[in-house]
């Protein structure tokens, strides 16, 4: 059985409306939770965006539900650009005063979420919940004063390169996961003990430190100046520049050291132009 345009409209306009619900409830719901647990959107634009969808959806299903004049449709028309204009504005002035820094995973399961104050340049690392919502976690120690650069070393790590105010690069590192049974804390570094490698890199992890191997020079990592982010990765601050080690999605966690390493690591140099990550193979271990 066929169904002519004025059905078909119907139908649509019905799923516009409960379209248009649905952002109303997202709304509200989200101020409730704003005010009482201090709970933002990954990226404050979300906000907006929802606002106009909402008023686009209401006003096409009031069109398409209900017989009304031109005159009537115009108003309503005049009012929907009317209010995404005012939200467009509200958006702008929104981003003069605090920069979003957000990026998506592979998979889509995890969202990494900065938010960065314009004027100090002070920046908030957002921890994501529920997919559209986060909570501020840390404040990162230095300013960001230039250029920054997002990289997934893994479906669940992420790491934030910057520019700081006294013109050094630093890294922040963002980790969604466990290799393990999620019940325990372990440190990286012991976890990699032993020596890894690619072409024309090596690294060795060992009671000094890890030594990092590239195109022939080594530049040791003692382990003073390593910092670990989570369970997943680490972060090596040397003369020659920020590394970052990450456990890949297929490595396995072991209780007994004398046990090989299963899996591969990540290495990754931190940088603003174009740097890939390494991957990594076991050469020998424990």
Known sequence: ????????????????????????????????????????????????????????????????????????????????????????????????????????????????????????????????????????KEVLPNEVAGDVSVEWLANDVATFTYEATDDSVQQFIATYGDRGDGGSYYYVGAQIQGQWQAENVQIVSNTEGIPIKENGETELFPWENIEQFGTLAISLKGNNGVWSIALNENFEIHADPSKPTDGNITLYKASLQNSEPILLDPKTNR
Not at 10 to 24: D, H, Y
Not at 89 to 96: A, F, P, T
């Open 1 to 136: 059985m066929k169904l002519n345009n004025r059905t078909g409209f119907r139908i649509f306009g019905w799923v516009l409306f409960l379209c248009a619900v649905g952002f109303f409830c997202v709304q509200m719901g989200y101020l409730l939770v704003h005010e009482r647990y201090n709970v933002e959107y990954v990226d404050n634009r979300l906000f907006y965006l929802i606002n106009s969808l909402w008023a686009m959806c209401l006003a096409l299903s009031i069109l398409l539900l209900l017989k009304v004049s031109k005159k009537i449709m115009i108003t309503i028309f005049a009012v929907m650009f009317l209010f995404i204009v005012g939200n467009g504005i509200l958006l702008v002035g929104d981003n003069k005063e605090t920069k979003n820094i957000t990026s998506l995973s592979s998979d889509w399961k995890h969202v990494l979420s900065m938010k960065q104050d314009v004027e100090t340049g002070q920046t908030t690392y957002y921890r994501s919940y529920y997919g559209i919502l986060a909570r501020p």
